[in-house]
Nanobody, 121 residues
Framework: QVQLVESGGGLVQAGGSLRLSCAAS????????MGWFRQAPGKERELVAG????????YHADSVKGRFTISRDNAKYTVYLQMNSLKPEDTAVYYC??????????????WGQGTQVTVSS
């Protein structure tokens, strides 16, 4: 099992940037496919980005492509989400997630507690 703790959320103006971090503990980090999800009030949770175990493959949702970048440092047991050119519609609680399966999309098994990102217009 893996435990996940997100950090880096906050309030930012539209056009600004934030970098989210997710620190993992437990079983070797490199065993897990990692993802970032978000959930805005009244909306379903959506996958924002995913990254393969070694970091060579990534997925980014169309809504964030070109603005957000997922990356990982297996030596530091950490996955990141760099968010640039933020828009008010990016406002949501962002969750880090992990799974043993290699498919970047689909269901994830382990979740962090979430971190709030608020983008003001």
């Amino acid at each position: 099992q893996v435990q996940l703790v997100e950090s880096g959320g906050g309030l930012v103006q539209a056009g600004g940037s934030l970098r989210l971090s997710c620190a993992a503990s437990g079983r070797p980090f490199a065993f897990y496919t990692m993802g970032w999800f978000r959930q805005a009030p009244g909306k379903e949770r959506e996958l924002v980005a995913g990254i393969s175990r070694g970091g060579s493959s990534t997925y980014h949702a169309d809504s964030v492509k070109g603005r957000f970048t997922i990356s990982r440092d297996n030596a530091k047991y950490t996955v990141y989400l760099q968010m640039n050119s933020l828009k008010p519609e990016d406002t949501a609680v962002y969750y880090c997630a992990a799974k043993r399966e290699t498919e970047l999309r689909g269901e994830y098994d382990y979740w962090g507690q979430g971190t709030q990102v608020t983008v003001s217009s």
